[in-house]
């Protein structure tokens, strides 16, 4: 789960989680804030760590109050396809707030086309979706190469 108010930009090669891979990202992940009032603020490694790249940030003094979410996670599987870069990619979200769903849908991928055929209307989501299938296809990759391999 990821907060709902980072904006991923690239990834972090250097971060200090103990399972990188088991992030809701599938990786850590640099980026800008976009709660209101810090938009464009970029928050400082422990804050990665801590609040970003987890979300349930509430011990984050940006986070507000008010807000729809406390966090967006996210699940992708490949369709009609045989690996991941045929067919579609189907990536589920949801956004939940206190631990519950409040939102949730899926977005498409046509990696044969190489563009979203359904799009989340937050940025902030489509984006962060866009880092998860990135993550995603790297690792379905690796997957297929040692599976080959063996």
Known sequence: ?????????????????????????????????????HEGES???????DFCNLGYAHDCARLPQERAWD????????????????GRIHVRYVCERGHRPAEHGMLEFDPVASQWREL?????????????????????????VTQAAS
């Open 71 to 86: 966090s967006i996670r996210f699940a992708a599987r490949t369709v009609c396809g045989e690996n991941a870069t045929s």
């Open 43 to 49: 928050p400082s490694q422990n804050e990665l760590r």
């Open 1 to 37: 789960m990821a907060c709902p108010f980072f904006l991923p930009i690239e990834k972090l090669e250097n971060g200090t989680w103990l399972h990188a891979a088991r992030l809701p990202l599938g990786c850590g992940w640099s980026g800008h804030c976009t709660a209101p009032g």
């Open 120 to 144: 989340h209307r937050d940025g902030r989501v489509q984006r962060m979706a866009e880092c998860f299938l990135e993550s995603y296809v790297e690792k379905r990759k690796r997957r297929e």
